[in-house]
């Protein structure tokens, strides 16, 4: 894919004005994606929570065991990864309203799988694995609004 040096000042200028943090350009079986992602933003919305490694100690000394029991379930809520939204947009499941979802709940994706399109502006930005991973669930509504960091996706490296 030919960009002039024009071109691609112009759309930095945009990717600036418009406050993107990824953009993404195809042209038959070639692709160039830009990404920033302010550090910023990054550290209040984590990736990847911390992991209780320890339900005991969630729990007050002499707790009850179901309290016990209630601390052990929001630590294993907890575990995992999840691929986050990276701009403000629409969240949309397939690529089309008649198509079949990219991914389900369950299943194991490629590095470089679609797994979403996120729309924003009326571009229609398709979000893949960096990784393979396990889809273990899929935490926003198909066709409702995501902001930046918002989480879309549980997963499980691997």
Same mark, same amino acid.
């Given at each position: 894919?030919?960009?002039?040096? &024009? =071109?691609? !000042? $112009? ?7 418009? $406050? /993107? ?5 195809? !042209? ?11 550090? =910023? ?15 005991? $100690?969630?729990? @007050? ?6 309290? =016990?029991?209630? @601390? ?8 995992? &990864?999840?691929?986050? $939204? ?21 299943? @194991?994706? =490629?590095?470089? %799988?679609? /797994?979403? #399109?996120?729309? @924003?502006?009326? /571009?229609? *930005? ?8 396990? #889809? /273990?669930?899929?935490?926003?509504? *198909? ?6 960091? %918002?989480?879309?996706?549980? #997963?499980?490296?691997?």
């Amino acid at each position: 894919m030919e960009i002039d040096l &024009e =071109q691609l !000042k $112009s759309l930095l200028k945009a990717f600036d004005e418009h $406050s /993107l943090t990824e953009l993404t350009l195809k !042209k038959d079986d070639e692709k160039i994606i830009i990404r920033r992602e302010p550090a =910023q933003v990054a550290a209040t919305h984590p990736v990847s929570p911390p992991i209780v490694t320890s339900a005991t $100690s969630m729990a @007050a000394p002499g707790a009850a065991p179901h309290e =016990q029991a209630a @601390a052990e379930g929001e630590a294993k809520e907890e575990e995992g &990864e999840y691929i986050t $939204s990276p701009f403000v947009g629409t969240f949309y499941r397939a690529p089309s309203p008649t198509a079949k979802p990219f991914v389900e709940k369950g299943e @194991a994706v =490629q590095s470089g %799988q679609p /797994l979403c #399109i996120v729309e @924003a502006m009326k /571009l229609m *930005n398709e979000i893949e694995a960096e990784f393979p991973c396990t #889809i /273990l669930d899929i935490l926003v509504e *198909n066709g409702k609004p995501v902001e930046y960091g %918002q989480r879309l996706f549980k #997963i499980k490296r691997g």
